[in-house]
């Protein structure tokens, strides 16, 4: 059972365009939703991250949008490069009064931006 | 900064062996946790260990032991190995139980079981 999906499993784009990865959970009680950028033979690293209560947040050209209602939030990559090429995760997590630190992951997208 | 150290880096095993894949960080942080990347599937959490001396089980557990050796390593072991755990395994740390913390991943160990 998965219980943050993400699409698509694979994204090509030009240099300069806009690539949107989406992400949908199923747990309500999920409340801090990062998003991980990993490079070939690499660890995971934390690209940017949002809380439910905001439904937008904009770091550089990364941004990530969120639909509390719908379960969904998304990646948007803005002016896209070369050096962004990666597969990016999407996750979730309870931090709450529990907060343990575990990651529920989306199944990954790769993304190839083309010179 | 070192962070997160996993060894080794890459490993085979023939079926049935044992192995220990060893997990530092030296951040202080409190938890660490074991993940497995299995292509389309993400990374799936094997177990987590919130302090020293406490370890629990996460999403697929089976086949793997953990030790947390004291606070800054938490090794995994592989009893008898399976070409189903054939995988690329990655430790990563935390501090936990305060908002806005962010976890930290190794490099990790690429293990195939043939």
């Known amino acids: 059972q998965q219980q943050v999906k993400q699409s698509p499993q694979s994204l090509i784009v030009q240099k300069g365009g806009i690539p949107i990865i989406n992400c949908a959970y199923e747990?309500?009680?999920?409340?801090?939703f990062p998003w991980y950028q990993q490079f070939p033979g690499k660890g995971p690293a934390l690209l940017i991250a949002?809380?439910?209560?905001?439904s937008e947040k904009k770091e550089g050209r990364f941004t990530i949008s969120f639909n509390k209602s719908a379960k969904q939030f998304s990646l948007h990559i803005m002016d896209s490069q070369p050096g962004d090429s990666a597969t990016y995760f999407c996750?979730?997590?309870?931090?709450?009064?529990?907060?343990?630190?575990?990651?529920?992951f989306g199944q990954g997208t790769t993304l190839q931006v083309k010179p | 900064n070192a962070g997160v150290t996993q060894t080794p880096k890459f490993q085979v095993l023939k079926t049935g062996q044992s192995m220990t894949l060893q997990c530092a960080q030296d951040m202080n942080h409190n938890s660490m946790y074991w993940y497995r990347q299995d292509p389309g599937m993400g990374l799936r959490l094997i177990y987590y260990s919130a302090s020293e001396g406490t370890t629990d089980k996460g999403e697929v557990p089976n086949g793997y032991n953990v030790s947390r050796l004291n606070k800054r390593e938490f090794s995994l072991r592989l009893e008898s190995a399976a070409p189903s755990q054939t995988s690329v395994y990655f430790c990563a740390s935390q501090t936990t139980g305060q908002l806005n913390t962010e976890a930290f991943f190794g490099q990790g160990t690429r293990l195939t079981v043939v």
């Open positions: 747990n309500t009680a999920f409340d801090y």
């Open positions: 996750a979730a997590s309870i931090e709450g009064s529990s907060n343990t630190g575990k990651l529920i």
């Open positions: 949002i809380r439910p209560d905001v």
